[in-house]
């Protein structure tokens, strides 16, 4: 018999349930694109567990002013002298004393013989007790002194050796280690540095040659400060030393907000570079309650950008609000001929290529070199000039060469203060005859990094079999200041930098906002 009350019954309760159904899948999809939202302005540097502590005092000051001997002939202290066969690396001129005793492991020969060997022989495990300096401190710079990097791996090794010198670090034993380039010579590279007895590794250089050397360098418990700007190879073991986007997009996003400069569009490229940058940026812009960027990525391979640019810039729709502003102004003036306002208004568009603000009040280019030369000229092309659409960049931009391109006047960018590099920089040619790589600071603050927590250490940390240099000496919260201003390490392994905003100005490079002096501050 059928009732109709019941039916009703379970009627509603069928629609309760279907509604609960539908309430709980609105959650989830609520829950999701919370995540995804989140998830899209997060980059490596926003782990709040990786962040370092709160400065308490100022950085420890890692670089002094060298005394070093000078030749009554000539600026030279050094000559260039082989080491081996496959390398030249600057040597103290004779006939001067250095003010340090250093001791460098010149044995080249049996270095280049065992890591050019086409044997493969099995060598010791790394495990086993190993070398240890009586007096000593083992330090292995890991780089390319041979092959088609050689020069830039000559560098960093002859910048690591100056360090040694004008601090005069009597206590150091230097252990060059040429990594070639590649992969495989890195893994040789660094058994070769484990089996001498290194406490602590400068380098390598590139992201698969510091890969290949982070198992051996990890098995013997041995710190390792890389040159690579791979942040992905960071960890607990290696620190990363070179210059990471990540706090140079922080620095520039914030001196942009502070002068206003709120609209900011990205155009970059689909590298991991690229979007690094971009993460960074709208993890700011979340964090200061401003508008995510507006965003375009192309191709780094791409060849004609100039269509990209011109959506970039919203051309063709401000163009087009230009043609009807024209037609709508002649329309006018066939019903009324004689409105001089109209008609002077008129006058106006005809001169103009397109009509409105531009979309945004500064562009971020995280590129480079050839590339931002001409990305920014087709910006002003296309109605974005500088004068009314600020250029900001990252430290890529740090290069004179690229100072005097007109589309660039007036831009920002975030980069090392220049003015410790500058002097450090005429040392090196002082030394060694030669232009200092711009990467050749890296190696001359870790070495400097090295010799002034050595020595921290007593007689008895040298003579022991622990470790001498620890995760947690490396990541002291108050930092250090070198050639590149203060620097400290993350406990996650990555460099956190003092940055300077710096600005292009009638082809030359200018500080508009000095570096911070100790991490007792915050962007």
């Not at 670090?169 to 660094?190: Q, S, V, Y």
Request: aromatic residues 10%.
């Amino acid at each position: 018999m059928f009732h109709y009350s019941s039916f009703l019954d379970r009627m509603k309760y069928a629609n309760d349930q279907a509604m609960k159904r539908i309430y709980f899948l609105f959650l989830l999809c609520l829950c999701f694109t919370v995540t995804s939202c989140t998830n899209t302005v997060r980059s490596p540097w926003d782990s709040p567990s990786s962040r370092s502590e709160n400065a308490a005092q100022a950085p420890q000051v890692i670089v002094a002013q060298p005394n070093i001997p000078q030749d009554v002939n000539s600026h030279n202290t050094y000559q260039n002298a082989p080491y081996g066969q496959n390398t030249n690396v600057a040597q103290p001129r004779q006939n001067h004393t250095p003010q340090a005793n250093i001791a460098i492991n010149n044995e080249f020969d049996t270095i280049y013989a065992e890591q050019n060997s086409q044997t493969k022989t099995q060598l010791p495990a790394y495990l086993q007790e190993r070398p240890r300096p009586d007096r000593k401190i083992n330090v292995a710079v890991l780089a390319p002194l041979s092959g088609k990097h050689s020069r830039l791996g000559q560098g960093l090794l002859q910048s690591a050796q100056m360090a040694m010198f004008e601090l005069k670090a009597e206590n150091i034993n230097l252990i060059p280690r040429d990594t070639k380039g590649t992969a495989d010579g890195a893994a040789i590279a660094a058994r070769s540095a484990v089996q001498a007895g290194a406490d602590i590794v400068l380098g390598p250089l590139f992201s698969g040659s510091v890969r290949a050397a982070k198992p051996y360098l990890k098995s013997a418990q041995i710190q390792t400060v890389a040159f690579t700007t791979d942040w992905s190879q960071a960890d607990q073991n290696t620190f990363i030393m070179s210059f990471l986007p990540f706090a140079q997009v922080q620095r520039i996003a914030e001196y942009a907000r502070q002068n206003e400069y709120i609209k900011v569009g990205i155009l970059a490229p689909n590298t991991e570079y690229g979007n690094a940058v971009i993460a960074a940026y709208n993890s700011q812009a979340y964090r200061r309650n401003l508008p995510t960027a507006e965003i375009i990525k192309f191709s780094p391979d791409e060849r004609d950008i100039s269509g990209i640019v011109r959506t970039f810039a919203q051309y063709d729709r401000r163009k087009e609000e230009l043609d009807l502003k024209i037609q709508d102004a002649k329309a006018h003036l066939i019903q009324f001929p004689n409105d001089r306002a109209v008609r002077y208004e008129l006058d106006q568009l005809q001169e103009m290529s397109v009509y409105g603000e531009p979309p945004y009040d500064a562009v971020l280019l995280p590129i480079g070199g050839e590339q931002v030369r001409t990305i920014a000229n087709l910006l002003s092309f296309y109605e974005m000039p500088p004068s009314t659409v600020k250029r900001l960049g990252t430290g890529l931009w740090d290069e004179a060469g690229i100072a005097t391109e007109p589309g660039l006047e007036g831009g920002w960018f975030a980069a090392p203060s220049p003015d410790k590099r500058q002097n450090f920089e005429q040392r090196y040619k002082d030394i060694y005859s030669q232009t200092a790589p711009r990467l050749g600071t890296l190696a001359y603050d870790s070495m400097a990094l090295v010799v002034a927590l050595s020595r921290t250490l007593n007689h008895r940390d040298v003579k022991g079999t622990a470790p001498l240099f620890t995760h947690e000496m490396l990541t002291n919260p108050n930092g250090f200041a070198g050639v590149d201003g203060i620097f400290r390490f993350r406990p996650d392994g990555l460099v956190e930098r003092g940055i300077a905003v710096m600005q292009f100005n009638k082809g030359t490079i200018s500080i508009v906002d000095p570096a911070p002096s100790t991490f007792q501050y915050s962007y």
